[in-house]
């Protein structure tokens, strides 16, 4: 069946500090991904998406690209600041639009 | 996008007991979805609630101990019966809007004693 496999965490970064934080996905057909971020006490929100292959999603900085031919969805962020420290998830959308959800990766950026 | 509100916000429970959590929703939507999020875990999907009809539920989900109710498009309630201290989580209401998005309530965080 469809999974997403999410690098593992904790990852720990100064400010300023490049991010990676890798995502790839095995599927059947052609699946929208999904960053969504959780900070400390809140809820899931989405932070970017791509619904087909080359498309780049950004939002606050933060850039992942859907890569059909590596099957990735790596998150990006040239900058991190302290209010970056959350926890990542990568998802994909299956056929029935159900999401399969990596298992999230704790990141801590530190001044 | 879409505003999704939760009811409670968090709750402390006895054992054997049951919470009903309501989940509505500012715009008509089709696809709703209930998650569960075990402390430092990811979502794991319970059922998708069905308007007009009776959810469908994930395996080792069942609807003696999750019952849904979906009476329209805008509001659904998701009961966890006979609460043990394992079903200590936090729940999550999702809706689908437009291009398979997923837009997610605040949760409820459930403490069983």
């Known amino acids: 069946g469809d999974s997403v496999t999410q690098m593992e965490g904790p990852v720990t970064l100064s400010e300023e500090a490049f991010l990676t934080i890798n995502c790839t996905y095995t599927?059947?057909?052609?699946?929208?991904l999904f960053w969504y971020v959780q900070y400390p006490g809140e809820g899931l929100q989405l932070l970017l998406k791509?619904?087909?292959a080359d498309d780049k999603g950004s939002n606050k900085g933060f850039e992942a690209t859907y890569r059909k031919e590596t099957t990735s969805f790596h998150l990006e962020k040239g900058s991190v600041q302290v209010s970056d420290s959350a926890v990542y998830f990568c998802?994909?959308?299956?056929?029935?639009?159900?999401?399969?959800w990596g298992l999230g990766t704790s990141l801590a950026v530190n001044p | 996008s879409a505003v999704i509100s939760q009811k409670p916000s968090r709750d402390i429970c006895q054992r054997g007991t049951s919470l009903t959590i309501q989940c509505q929703v500012d715009?008509?939507?089709?696809?709703m979805f209930w998650y569960r999020q075990q402390p430092g875990q990811s979502l794991t999907l319970i059922a998708t609630?069905?308007?007009?009809?009776?959810?469908?539920?994930e395996s080792g989900f069942v609807i003696d101990k999750f019952p849904i109710s979906r009476p329209n498009l805008t509001f659904s309630t998701l009961t966890v019966s006979n609460m043990s201290p394992e079903d200590s989580s936090i729940y999550l209401c999702?809706?689908?809007?437009?291009?398979?998005?997923?837009?997610f309530g605040p949760g409820t965080r459930l403490l069983v004693l």
């Open positions: 999702s809706v689908v809007v437009a291009e398979e998005t997923q837009y």
């Open positions: 715009s008509q939507v089709t696809m």
């Open positions: 609630a069905n308007q007009g009809s009776e959810a469908t539920y």
């Open positions: 599927a059947t057909g052609y699946p929208s």
């Open positions: 791509a619904t087909k």
């Open positions: 998802a994909l959308s299956d056929n029935n639009r159900k999401l399969i």
